[in-house]
């Protein structure tokens, strides 16, 4: 028996466009957006905030830029507004700043924006301005169309996700939750997962997200010469201790939203295709990445200190503290430090049954009608957690269709996403706004 619901027909409001017009501006404006150089550790959006805002006001579209504590961090809001509304806003919502890229490790220019044999190449073309620009152009159609909406749309661009979001969602939804006081929220997070699985091209949309949990390790010793190791040297016991954490197998377990995502998919098979590619794994236990070492200041002296630290990304129903106390166990040495940062993150998910959730299922239905849309959780962290914290219900999902060779792109090197999936993103973006917001939806 088949788990794929009947596709829907593109929103009527969604037809009759010029799509290959849409793809060029999409195009253009993305490539411009790259070009701003948003990477941390300056994370400098206000050039990025201006290009949004200056492409919003030739538009007739009203934004307002937000200012933070700090000089080189703005947010922006941009609202269009309706009638007699029939219920609180749809936010949608990305976020300006991109990780840090070491130029020479790439094959172009991280900034470059270069538009090329059907790319968009550089840093934030996935990870988030091409999001950014998806949903800049459902604003723009929705203004130029002149489109009736039951209820305002905002669209939200954030600084500091990359970072842990304290002067970008963060900062909004503590100072500024009644500028946007959603109804229900559209992120990143999610997305289009092509070649992963025998039932088909899959859209993977969130509804929550694992918590951060890391820890340090560290080990002191005398320090010697080093001529004459000996088992007790600090560097010595922290990697054997390293070793146990990094051997130990993770406990296979399916949280609900990924077990109704395999359930829609057809069960057991499914679950053996999750798990093996790199991408997908992730969603069926918590995760230990070993990310930053440091110990040792000459090659020939063995030092008194030696520190490793982790990345963990814990399933949304995994007790931290339990996981942090099981770790524990497994290194068996009373001599290595835990120095623990423990979840600052409740492990709230949004329901199915929303109208948001089901406006994206069927856009996407809609506009790739072989595909299947189906729940899922974010293996990273995303802005929607500060709304899902206020009860508010936010769904993530960058909406192009991606193979597990694009996603090596989301944090990696030679980051790019292609026309065509820039232009599916923008249909399904425009398409789930008219169904949650538009006017007799």
């Known amino acids: 028996m088949s788990n794929r619901p009947a596709a829907s027909a593109p929103h009527p409001l969604a037809q009759g466009i010029d799509w290959e017009a849409v793809c060029d501006e999409a195009a253009t404006t ?11 550790p300056l994370g400098r959006t206000v ?8 492409k919003l006001a030739s538009e007739g579209i009203e934004s307002k830029l937000y200012e933070t504590p700090d000089p080189n961090k703005v947010n922006i809001v941009a609202r269009l507004r309706a009638q007699n509304p029939v219920g609180k806003a749809l936010v949608i919502s ?9 130029a020479e490790d790439w094959t172009f220019d991280p900034y470059s924006g270069e ?3 059907g790319y968009i190449y550089g840093r934030g073309t996935l990870d988030d301005k091409g999001m950014g620009i998806m949903e800049l152009m459902t604003m723009l159609l929705l203004k130029r169309r002149g489109v009736e909406l039951a209820r305002d ?3 939200l661009g954030t600084c500091d996700e990359e970072i842990g979001s304290p002067l970008g969602a963060k900062f909004m939804v503590e100072n500024h939750f009644a500028d946007l006081d959603p109804e229900f929220v559209l992120d990143e997070g999610g997305g289009g997962q092509r070649g992963f699985y025998s039932a088909g091209d ?5 509804v929550g997200e694992k918590r951060a949990c890391r820890f340090t390790l560290t080990a002191r010793a005398e320090p010697g010469h080093g001529s004459q190791p000996w088992e007790e040297a600090a560097t010595h016991r922290l990697v054997r201790a390293v070793n146990r954490i990094l051997d130990a197998a993770p406990e296979d377990r399916e949280c609900p939203p990924v077990a109704e995502f395999l359930r829609r998919l057809g069960g057991e098979k499914a679950r053996q295709e999750m798990a093996s590619h790199r991408a997908t794994r992730p969603l069926l236990h918590d995760t230990v990445a070993l990310t930053m070492m440091e110990g040792g200041y000459k090659i020939n002296i063995i030092p008194e200190k030696a520190s490793m630290t982790f990345d963990v990304r814990l399933l949304p129903d995994t007790d931290p503290q339990a996981f942090i106390s099981n770790v524990k166990q497994i290194v068996n040495d009373d001599n290595i430090e835990f120095d623990v940062q423990w979840p600052q993150t409740s492990p709230v998910m949004a329901p199915i049954d929303n109208p948001l959730f089901q406006a994206i299922e069927q856009a996407c239905l809609a ?6 849309a189906v729940p899922s959780i974010c293996v990273g962290g995303t802005d929607a957690r500060f709304f899902r914290e206020k009860g508010i219900p936010a769904y993530g999902l960058v909406p192009g269709m991606f193979d597990a060779e694009d996603m090596k792109g989301y944090h990696g ?8 999936n820039l232009l599916l993103g923008c249909k399904i973006v425009y398409d789930l706004t008219l169904r949650a917001a538009g006017r007799g939806a």
């Open 115 to 117: 538009i090329s044999n």
């Open 367 to 372: 506009t790739l009608p072989t595909s299947l």
């Open 153 to 155: 749309v905002v669209m």
């Open 47 to 54: 050039e990025t905030a201006g290009l949004l805002a200056d």
């Open 413 to 420: 090197i030679d980051e790019r996403i292609t026309t065509e």
């Open 94 to 102: 990305h976020h300006m700043d991109v990780v840090q890229a070491i």
């Open 202 to 206: 899959v859209y993977a949309i969130s």
């Open 30 to 40: 993305l490539s411009a957006y790259v070009k701003l150089d948003s990477s941390h």
